[in-house]
């Protein structure tokens, strides 16, 4: 299942630590308002190489976004382990993405992005000048690569959907995270942004070889973006199959549109919906 | 006229600030708000107008009702041998005390209670019982214990006016809490930097809310106050007048109150558009 992918090698070149996920039996049980006991993940394994982009998609409270917190370390498992580069959650850098607009109201644009490194200035006691000035540095550069250094002092309710999501992103990708954790970034955008900043988010973490864990609703967001397709079944969420796709990234705007897109994601809506794909056509294996 | 239109124009020149923050998507509305304006103006006037036909076409006995001319005069009058002044500083005197002890209370109380919630049950029954009782009647208790002098006017006004706050204030914690602390978990802020970069900016538009609900309310504590027992103040010069038919020195009570009230909330607005420019609550009306 452990794929060394092409994003992998990169990493490697480029001289970054990737770290890879790795989630043993979660089972995840919720006592609902009613006292009743749901049973939201049931025995997931999942094995997440350094740097692969995997893509989780589900019928609505299948628990993948309950997966993608659990290995942020924002929810604790029933049992099972969930490790990040061979740690526990919460000890290495993830950066996590909110599908709402989570951007503070009150802080710009450029104090939004720093927010992950103010903490560790203050932290490391007020911060050195140095560390104000990498901080600065850092931020400098993902406004510059998000494409919002020229809306740095705008406040957010001032900005689009899409750009307050690319400066989610960038407050996640801030503080260098080993793994990206993505819950329905996009869901709220228009189509033609959505498409935009699923372009953009393929360079963005290829750059620095960033492990990324994107939970969707849209099949064709995850054929498009990911290595790997994880489908997962309704509750109790158990993964159900697992497509590969086995096309370069970054990805192409022209494979965003092509046949051999559309086909996957026809097999992977096959599977959510039927649970079985009648058809086996190349692209997809599980 | 020109002294009818002030406070008029002064409100939307603030309004106006806050419009320009936001950027030049809402300039389309600035000719919409001159027009505002004009028509408030026009409305203010226009009643003042028919108010003082109505008492000259009619002549009403003087000691019912009496024309703005007629309250005009007083006014000169009253402002002529000090005695309006006196009542004024003294009254002004222990609105910003009362005023200022209710914020000082209730702003830390409030956020303690924001956002600890064991600090909230506790408190809770309490603020119900407190806040559900009519808090005048608190007033003759207050003066058994602190006289007649200004203490007891200042605590009258201060527990008048420290509910407002205070209830903004924890509503305003808790909702930032519900709405932004999964943020400030997930760049793994503690407890301590939630409550300092999150909770606090966060509900400073619910305590300036709750700050101006309190001022109306405080300055009704300075009127009540004067009502049990005072040897100056707008509310003696309020309770005096009437009592000696003296119905123009009446309404000029009234009117400096209400102008006072005025004032201060636009004061308030002004201070509030400085200190939240992100604020959603800056182009409110109330």
């Given at each position: 299942m452990r794929a060394r992918t092409n994003a992998t090698a990169l990493a490697e070149d480029r001289g970054t630590t990737p770290g890879g996920v790795v989630v043993t039996g979660a089972v995840k049980d919720f006592v609902d308002p009613h006292g009743e006991l749901l049973h939201v993940l049931d025995d997931i394994d999942l094995d997440i190489a350094p740097g692969e982009f995997v893509a989780v998609v589900g019928p609505s409270g299948c628990g993948k976004t309950t997966l993608l917190r659990a290995i942020q370390g924002l929810e604790t498992l029933t049992t099972g382990t969930v490790t990040v580069a061979g740690c526990p959650p919460g000890e290495i850098a993830t950066g996590f993405v909110f599908q709402r607009a989570s951007l503070l109201p009150w802080k710009t644009v450029a104090r939004n992005v720093s927010f992950g490194l103010d903490l560790r200035v203050i932290r490391s006691g007020g911060g050195a000048g140095g560390d104000r000035a990498a901080r600065d540095e850092r931020v400098a550069e993902l406004l510059e690569l998000t494409g919002l250094a020229e809306f740095r002092d705008f406040y957010p309710r001032q900005l689009s959907g899409g750009m307050q999501q690319r400066a989610n992103l960038a407050r996640a990708l801030a503080i260098d995270p080993v793994v990206l954790l993505m819950d329905e970034p996009f869901s709220s955008l228009d189509a033609q942004t959505r498409e935009k900043l699923q372009r953009d988010l393929q360079r963005i973490v290829l750059q620095d070889g960033t492990t990324t864990v994107f939970v969707t609703h849209d099949i064709r967001e995850a054929a498009f973006q990911a290595d790997r397709v994880v489908v997962m079944s309704a509750r109790?969420?158990?993964?159900?199959r697992v497509f590969r796709v086995d096309e370069p990234r970054p990805r192409s705007a022209e494979f965003q549109h092509s046949d051999r897109l559309a086909e996957l994601a026809r097999d992977i809506w096959t599977e959510l919906h039927d649970g079985g794909t009648p058809r086996d056509t190349g692209g997809a294996s599980t | 006229m020109a002294t009818t239109r002030k406070p008029i124009s002064f409100g939307a020149a603030i309004r106006g600030r806050g419009a320009r923050a936001e950027g030049a998507g809402r300039a389309v509305r600035a000719g919409g708000r001159g027009v505002k304006a004009r028509r408030g103006a026009i409305s203010i006037l226009g009643g003042l107008a028919l108010w003082e036909l109505a008492v000259r076409v009619l002549h009403p006995n003087p000691i019912q009702i009496v024309g703005p001319s007629a309250i005009a005069d007083a006014f000169v009058q009253l402002a002529g041998d000090g005695t309006l002044w006196r009542d004024f500083t003294v009254s002004m005197q222990q609105f910003a005390l009362g005023f200022l002890l209710a914020a000082a209370i209730a702003i830390p109380l409030g956020l303690v209670m924001g956002a600890s919630t064991r600090a909230y049950d506790y408190g809770d029954p309490w603020l119900t019982i407190l806040y559900t009782?009519?808090?005048?009647?608190?007033a003759p208790l207050f003066i058994i214990w602190l006289g007649f002098g200004n203490s007891s006017h200042v605590a009258i006004i201060a527990l008048v006016a420290v509910f407002p706050i205070l209830i903004n204030t924890i509503d305003g914690v808790r909702a930032v809490e519900a709405e932004w602390s999964e943020v400030g978990a997930a760049f793994r802020a503690n407890r301590r930097e939630v409550f300092a970069k999150i909770d606090l900016p966060g509900s400073l538009p619910y305590i300036f809310t709750g700050l101006r609900l309190a001022l109306a309310r405080a300055l009704v504590g300075v009127v009540v106050a004067d009502l049990f027992g005072a040897s100056a103040g707008l509310g003696y010069l309020l309770l005096n007048s009437a009592q000696a038919f003296k119905t123009a020195d009446v309404f000029v009570a009234v009117t400096v109150l209400a102008a006072l009230g005025v004032f201060l909330t636009a004061a308030l607005r002004y201070l509030q558009a400085r200190l939240t420019p992100w604020g959603p609550s800056n182009g409110s009306s109330r």
């Open positions: 109790p969420g158990r993964i159900a | 009782t009519p808090n005048v009647a608190l």
